[in-house]
C-alpha cells in the first residue's frame, strides 16, 4: 500500500486549491415539497424519476415537484435507508421496518422477508445475475431470487457485523462494505479486503470507476483506492479531505471521484482536489450522501436542508467575497500580458487577481466605468461617468483636458486602425486623432445622443448604436433606422459582427440582424427580458452570445434566420447566480474563455466546461388518468392494468359519463422550466393543440366511439419526444345501438306510413274546407261591399241635382258635379276589379264622395281631411271602399237630422310601430239619438257591418291586421253629447319614394275640407 500523498500531482492539487469561487446549487427542501430535510439516499429510476429517501418518507420528483409516501401511504417505516431502481420500472425502498416495492411510482407492495420482524434494511444492490442483495442489520446479507429469500452463500454472519454497503461489480464480484471491515465475495466464498493500518475499516460507501478502480469510503480514515494492479491508495484530510469522515462516494460521467462529508463536497479530478462549501456557493454543506443522475447532473442529499443540484462548471461566477472590488462589472479589458482589469459601477478600475485597485483617489475623473479598451500602444484608456482615463502599468496617466471630456459619461470606446479613439458618449460622438478632440457631426435630423455601441464592419463602415436607432457611417455619407420603424421601439444597446459580416444589434425589444435586404427584428423568447438584450459576443465558432435580462442565450446565426432555431438558452438552472447583464460587460481571452457582468458578480464561462448537448428526447410518461377531476378506479369498466404505468387497459367508458383527465409528466430533472407538451385526441381532433407547460389535458361529453389520446413533450433540446398513447373506447348509447334500430324500424315501417298518410289527408281535407269556406265567405262579403257601398239612393239624389242645375242653366255647377259623380262611379267600378288599394287611393275616392255630398248639402256640413306628413299612404294596403260607410254613416245619421251645421273629421296620424290610425269623427246627434231615429237594416249600418266583417275574414285567414274600433259616443266633461267616432288601425308596409305634394305622399301638414 502506499499513500496518495506520494503523489506529486494530488499533493501539488490539494495544496494549490483554486481560490474562492461561487458555483451554481439549486436547492429544494420541504417548502417545495420534499418529504424530509434529512435525506439518506437518492436514485433514478428506469422511468427517468428521481427518488430521495428521508428520515421521513420517501420523495419521487419529476423535476417539477414532489409526489411522496411515508407510513400513511403503505411505508413499514418512515426512515428510508436505501433505494434500488429495477429493470421493470419499479423502485425498491429499504427501510428501518422493512422492504417494499413501489410499482407505477404509487403502489406500495410489502416484500416478505420470513423469519425477520420488522427488519432494518441498510443496503440494497442487484448483482450480475439480476438477483437482489439485501444488506440487513446484524442479520448479513439476503438474497432474493424467483421470489425466494435466502442467505448470501459464505456471509460469515458469525463475525461480519452491520453491512452498510454492498457494491456488485459486472463479473459477478461483490464488495460488501461492512462497520468492521471490507469483504470480496466471488463464487460463493468471502474474503477480507485490508483497507490502510487497520483491518476493521468502517465503510461507509463503495463505487468504481471505468478504469476499474474501486473507491471505498470510510468513517475515520478518508477514502481508498483499490487500482486493478493491486495498490491501495489513502486519501485523508492531509491530501485536502475536508474530513476523513465520508459518508457517500460516487463517479460522474466524465470520471471525477465526489465524496461527502458534514463539511462539504470534495472532488478528485486529475490529480487535484478541490472542494465544495458554503463558500464556494453551496446553500448548506451538511452533505450525507451523492448521486449522479442519466444526465449527468451531480445530486446533493443534506442532513437537514434538502437536496441540492449542482449545476456544473459551466458557469462560475466571482464576487467580492472573491477579491472582486465589485459585483458590478461594466467592463474587461485584458492588458499586453492578460491580465484582465475591471471596470466597475461605483467602485472604479480593479485587476482580477485583486492585486491592483484604481479608484478617483488615484486619478480615477469617476468610480464608474463603463467601457474600456487596449490601444495599439497598450495602454488601458477607460470611459466614465466624468469622461476619459488612460492607464500605464496600473496608474493613472493623466489626460490633457481639450482630451479628457471631461463631464461626459462615455459609454462605447473603439480605435481604428489608424490610431483614430472613437468615445460615444451622452451628447454625442467624439474623435481623438493625432491628440485633437472633434465633436463629430451626426446623420442630418439625427441628434446622436447616449451612444452606447460602436463597431467598424468589414468593409470599413462605423456603426453607431444610439438611443433613438442605429446609424451608419460609409464612403457615401450617413445611413440611418429608427427605432419604432425599421427597429422595435426603444434603445439599441449592442453591436455586433458576425463570421459571415452582418452586423447584429441587441434592442430593448429584440435581436436585430442587418442583411442584404435591410433590417430582420428576431425574438429569443415570448418574455420580455429575454429580449432586453444587453450585450453580444461573436466566438471562434461563429456563434453569438446573447446577454439579457433573463439570462444567456447561445445563438447559431444561420439556425435562427433560417429556421428560427439554434437557440440554447442558459439560466439559473444552469449555474447563472443572476439572470440580468450587465451593459456590453463581456470579454473573451486568448484562452477562448468567456467573461460576463451581471449584476452579482463576474461569470467565467470555461470553453472546456461547455457538454455534448444531450440531444436524446426527454422521457415522458402518461402518469394518471382521472374521471370527472378525481382518481377512480376502473374494476368493471376496464379488463386489467398496465403493469409499467398502472393505467387501465381495455377502458369502456359510458357514454353519459365520460368526462376524462389525462396527467402526464416530461422528466427533465436540470432544466424543468423549458419543457412544453403538446397533444390531440384522435378521434375527436387530428390536429396538435398549441404548445403549454401545463400537464394535463381534460376532455368531457365525448361522443361514443375509439378515442386515441396522444403527447409529445420537448426539452431544451428542441427535440419532440415520441407520442406516448393512451387508446379508450366510449360505449353508444342504447338508442346507438344495432338491435334498437333493428327494433325501431320495425316499428317505424310498420306503423309510420300508415299514421302519416292518414294524417296527411286529414289535414288536406280540413285544410281545403276551410280555404273553400274562408274564399266563400270572402266573395260574399266582397259583393256585398260593392252592393253597401254604390247606395241606389246616392245614385239617384246625384242625378236629380244634376237634372236640378241643369233646369236652373246652371250649366257650370252642372258640370262640375257631372264630373265628379263620373269620377266617382269609374273609381268605384276600378276598386271592385282588385281586392285590395292603397289608402292613398281610398282617401281620394272618399274626397270626391265628400264633394259630391257637399255640393248637395252646401249649407249642412263641413268637412276636413288630414294626413300627418309622417305617413306614406301608398304603402298602406286595405280592402277597397273600406272608409265610405262610417262617413256616410257620420253625414246621414249623425249631422243631417240635426237642425245646425256639423262637420266630419278624417284623421290620418302614425300608429304604434309599422302601424296607421285612420280617425272618421262627427259633432252630430250620438249613437243613442240616432239609433231612436235610425230604420233598423238601412243600408247604411248594413255597409259598416259588412265592412267590419271583411276586417274580421282577413285577419282569420291571416292576410292583414285590420283593426276597427267603434263607432263609439263621444261626451264632453260635463256628460254632453259631442259626436260618435271610429277609429282603423292599418298595418303599414314601410315607406316608398315621394311622388308630389298630393294626398298621397308630400311635404307638409296636408289638410283638406271646405
Known amino acids: 500500500m502506499r499513500r496518495t500523498g506520494l503523489l506529486l500531482g494530488l499533493l501539488l492539487g490539494s495544496m494549490g486549491l483554486l481560490r ?99 427488519p432494518r434494511i441498510t443496503a440494497l444492490a442487484t448483482d450480475a445475475r439480476g438477483r437482489v442483495l439485501i444488506g440487513v442489520e446484524d442479520r448479513g446479507v439476503l438474497v432474493h431470487e424467483d421470489g425466494r429469500v435466502h442467505g448470501l452463500e459464505g456471509f460469515p454472519t458469525d463475525t461480519a457485523g452491520t453491512v452498510r454497503s454492498l457494491l456488485c461489480l459486472a463479473d459477478g464480484t461483490v464488495y460488501i462494505g461492512l462497520r468492521n471491515g471490507l469483504l470480496r465475495w466471488a463464487d460463493g466464498r468471502c474474503t477480507t479486503v485490508i483497507l490502510g493500518r487497520e483491518d476493521r475499516s468502517n465503510v461507509s460507501s463503495m463505487a468504481a470507476g471505468e478504469d476499474g478502480t474501486l473507491w471505498v469510503a470510510t468513517f475515520g480514515q478518508g477514502v481508498f483506492a483499490l487500482r486493478p494492479d493491486g495498490t491501495v491508495e489513502e486519501i485523508d484530510e492531509t491530501d485536502g479531505l475536508l474530513q476523513n469522515n465520508v459518508r457517500s462516494v460516487t463517479i460522474d460521467r466524465q470520471g471525477r471521484v465526489w465524496l461527502a462529508s458534514k463539511f462539504g463536497v470534495n472532488v ?61 462589472v461594466m467592463c474587461l479589458v485584458a492588458d499586453s500580458a492578460n491580465d484582465l482589469w475591471l471596470g466597475t459601477y461605483g467602485n472604479g478600475i480593479c485587476r482580477m487577481d485583486g492585486m491592483a485597485l484604481v479608484s478617483t483617489l488615484d486619478g480615477l ?133 458576425d463570421r459571415r459580416g452582418r452586423v447584429w444589434a441587441g434592442t430593448a425589444d429584440g435581436l436585430v440582424c442587418f442583411t442584404g435586404s435591410g433590417p430582420r427584428v428576431l425574438r429569443l423568447a415570448p418574455d420580455f427580458g429575454s429580449n432586453y438584450i444587453d450585450l453580444l459576443r461573436v466566438t471562434s465558432d461563429g456563434r453569438i452570445w446573447v446577454g439579457t435580462n433573463n439570462g444567456l442565450f447561445q445563438v447559431a446565426p444561420d439556425s435562427l434566420l433560417t429556421t428560427g432555431g439554434g437557440v440554447t438558452h442558459y439560466t439559473s438552472s444552469d449555474g447563472l447566480l443572476s439572470l440580468e447583464c450587465n451593459l456590453n460587460a463581456s470579454h473573451l481571452d486568448t484562452k477562448g474563455r468567456l467573461f ?4 452579482r458578480g463576474l461569470v467565467l464561462h470555461p470553453p472546456a466546461s461547455e457538454p455534448t448537448r444531450h440531444t436524446d428526447v426527454i422521457p415522458l410518461h402518461i402518469t394518471g388518468l382521472r374521471w370527472f377531476l378525481r382518481p377512480s378506479g376502473w374494476e368493471g369498466r376496464s379488463t386489467g392494468t398496465d403493469r409499467f404505468s398502472g393505467l387501465p387497459t381495455g377502458l369502456l367508458l359510458p357514454y353519459e359519463r365520460n368526462h376524462l383527465t389525462f396527467d402526464f409528466t416530461g422528466i427533465s430533472l436540470s432544466a424543468p422550466e423549458q419543457v412544453v407538451y403538446r397533444y390531440r385526441l384522435l378521434g375527436h381532433d387530428n390536429d396538435w393543440l398549441p404548445e403549454t407547460d401545463v400537464r394535463s389535458a381534460s376532455f368531457s361529453n365525448l361522443p361514443h366511439g375509439h378515442y386515441v389520446f396522444q403527447v409529445m413533450a420537448r426539452g431544451r433540446n428542441g427535440r419532440w419526444s415520441p407520442p406516448k398513447e393512451y387508446a379508450f373506447d366510449v360505449q353508444p348509447p342504447f338508442w346507438a345501438r344495432w338491435w334498437f334500430f333493428a327494433l325501431t324500424g320495425a316499428v317505424v315501417i310498420g306503423s309510420v306510413g300508415g299514421v302519416a298518410r292518414y294524417r296527411s289527408v286529414q289535414r288536406h281535407r280540413l285544410e281545403r274546407t276551410r280555404q273553400l269556406m274562408l274564399r266563400s265567405r270572402m266573395l260574399q262579403l266582397e259583393q256585398q261591399a260593392l252592393n253597401a257601398n254604390m247606395n241606389r239612393h246616392f245614385i239617384f239624389n246625384a242625378l236629380n241635382s244634376i237634372q236640378f242645375h241643369i233646369n236652373k242653366q246652371d250649366r257650370a255647377t252642372a258640370n262640375r258635379y257631372l264630373t265628379s259623380f263620373a269620377k266617382l262611379i269609374r273609381k268605384n267600378l276600378d276598386a271592385s276589379q282588385s281586392d285590395t288599394t292603397s289608402l292613398a287611393e281610398e282617401l281620394e275616392r272618399l274626397e270626391l264622395y265628400l264633394v259630391l255630398e257637399h255640393m248637395r248639402f252646401k ?59 285612420v280617425i272618421i269623427a262627427d259633432d252630430g246627434l250620438g249613437i243613442e239619438q240616432s239609433k231612436a231615429r235610425k230604420q233598423s237594416g238601412d243600408h247604411i249600418s248594413r255597409g259598416i257591418e259588412i265592412t ?49 305634394p298630393d294626398l298621397r305622399s308630400g311635404p307638409g301638414h296636408l289638410t283638406f275640407g271646405t
Open 859 to 917: 249649407d249642412r256640413f263641413r268637412y276636413i281631411l288630414t294626413v300627418d306628413p309622417g305617413v306614406d299612404t301608398l304603402q298602406v294596403r286595405l280592402p277597397a271602399m273600406m272608409l265610405q260607410p262610417y262617413v256616410e254613416n257620420s253625414i246621414w245619421h249623425g249631422i243631417l237630422p240635426t237642425e245646425r251645421q256639423g262637420q266630419v273629421t278624417i284623421r290620418v296620424d302614425p300608429g304604434e310601430a309599422g302601424r296607421v290610425r
Open 365 to 497: 475623473p469617476n468610480n464608474t466605468v463603463w467601457t474600456g479598451l487596449r490601444r495599439r500602444d497598450n495602454s488601458l484608456w477607460f470611459g466614465t461617468s466624468d469622461g476619459l482615463c488612460r492607464l500605464r502599468n496600473g496608474v493613472v496617466v493623466p489626460l490633457p483636458d481639450s482630451l479628457s471630456l471631461r463631464d461626459e459619461r462615455i459609454v462605447a470606446l473603439h480605435e481604428d486602425p489608424d490610431g483614430t479613439l472613437w468615445c460615444g458618449a451622452r451628447e454625442g460622438l467624439f474623435s481623438i486623432r493625432e491628440d485633437r478632440l472633434r465633436r463629430e457631426p451626426g446623420p442630418p435630423g439625427v441628434p446622436l445622443r447616449s451612444i452606447r455601441a460602436l463597431h467598424r464592419d468589414g468593409d470599413g463602415r462605423l456603426w453607431v448604436a444610439h438611443e433613438v436607432g442605429v446609424a451608419r457611417r460609409g464612403a457615401n455619407g450617413w445611413t440611418t433606422w429608427a427605432a419604432g420603424r425599421e427597429l422595435p421601439t426603444g434603445a439599441v444597446y449592442c453591436l455586433a459582427e
Open 268 to 328: 478528485i479530478e486529475g490529480g487535484r482536489i478541490r472542494a465544495l462549501t458554503v463558500n464556494q456557493g453551496m446553500p448548506n454543506d451538511n452533505i450525507w450522501c451523492v448521486s449522479v443522475d442519466d444526465n449527468g447532473d451531480l445530486w446533493l442529499g443534506t442532513d437537514g436542508a434538502g437536496i441540492l443540484r449542482w449545476t456544473g462548471d459551466r458557469f462560475v461566477t466571482y464576487t467580492q467575497r472573491d477579491g472582486l472590488c465589485s459585483d458590478q
Open 596 to 599: 460576463f457582468g451581471t449584476s
Open 20 to 118: 474562492a469561487q461561487q458555483f451554481g446549487f439549486i436547492h429544494y427542501t420541504t417548502r417545495d415539497g420534499l418529504a424530509q430535510s434529512q435525506v439518506r439516499t437518492i436514485a433514478q429510476d428506469e422511468q427517468g424519476f428521481l427518488w430521495i429517501g428521508t428520515l421521513g418518507g420517501v420523495s419521487r420528483f419529476d423535476g417539477s415537484g414532489f409526489r411522496n409516501h411515508a407510513l400513511q401511504q403503505g411505508l413499514p417505516d418512515a426512515q428510508v435507508n436505501a433505494l434500488l431502481p429495477r429493470p421493470d420500472g419499479s423502485m425498491w425502498c429499504g427501510t428501518g421496518g422493512g422492504l417494499v416495492s413501489f410499482r407505477h411510482g404509487t403502489e406500495v407492495i410489502p416484500i416478505p422477508l420470513p423469519g425477520l420482524d420488522r
Open 948 to 996: 267590419k266583417g271583411r276586417a274580421d275574414v282577413l285577419r282569420n285567414l291571416q292576410v292583414t291586421d285590420i283593426r276597427i274600433t267603434g263607432p263609439e259616443q263621444v261626451q264632453g266633461a260635463d256628460g254632453r253629447i259631442m259626436g260618435t267616432q271610429v277609429t282603423i288601425d292599418l298595418p303599414s308596409n314601410g315607406p316608398s319614394p315621394s311622388t308630389g
